[in-house]
């Protein structure tokens, strides 16, 4: 299936539908405002007692420590790909290209009305706001290494 999720008309359906609602490496492309409306929209999906877990990237609320976290983060990732010998970003998405028959799909996937957000993601202090006002109780991180992270927040009961 293909969807904008930042379409409101794609959830209508699923209201109340789900138990789980699990997103990995995703919603850091998206901005502000719109991760706030796509956070809405995944707790209007839940059931009550529904739990949200989302991994990606989440900066720190400190911009120096932002930076040294990308630092740290691009050489492990340089010593990875050396390591491993596997491709790095860019040559991912040229390799999925040829394999896909599709040589222009690096251009699409730079194209600013799908990635408007940032490499970075929203602070983390933004995530734990915007989920309380959303309505959802239990936010917390439960993993983080550098500016990759996890967060998980629970729907309450219906009261």
């Not at 379409?7 to 502000?32: C, I, K, M, R």
């Not at 006002?133 to 998980?152: P, T, Y």
Request: glycine content about 6%; aromatic content about 12%; hydrophobic content about 40%.
């Amino acid at each position: 299936m293909r969807a904008d999720i930042r379409q409101a008309d794609w959830w209508a359906p699923y209201e109340g539908v789900f138990d789980l609602v699990l997103s990995a490496t995703a919603l850091h492309w998206l901005n502000a405002e719109h991760l706030a409306q796509i956070y809405q929209r995944i707790h209007q999906a839940l059931k009550p007692s529904g739990w949200f877990m989302n991994s990606d990237h989440m900066a720190s609320d400190n911009p120096e420590t932002q930076t040294r976290y990308r630092q740290m983060l691009q050489a492990k990732q340089r010593a990875a790909f050396r390591a491993t010998g596997a491709d790095d970003w860019n040559g991912f998405w040229e390799k999925l290209g040829r394999e896909l028959g599709q040589l222009d799909l690096k251009a699409l996937r730079n194209e600013a009305e799908y990635w408007e957000g940032t490499e970075d993601g929203q602070p983390k202090q933004f995530h734990i706001a915007v989920l309380r006002r959303c309505g959802f109780e239990q936010v917390e991180f439960h993993w983080q290494d550098l500016g990759e992270a996890v967060i998980g927040a629970r729907k309450p009961l219906a009261r």
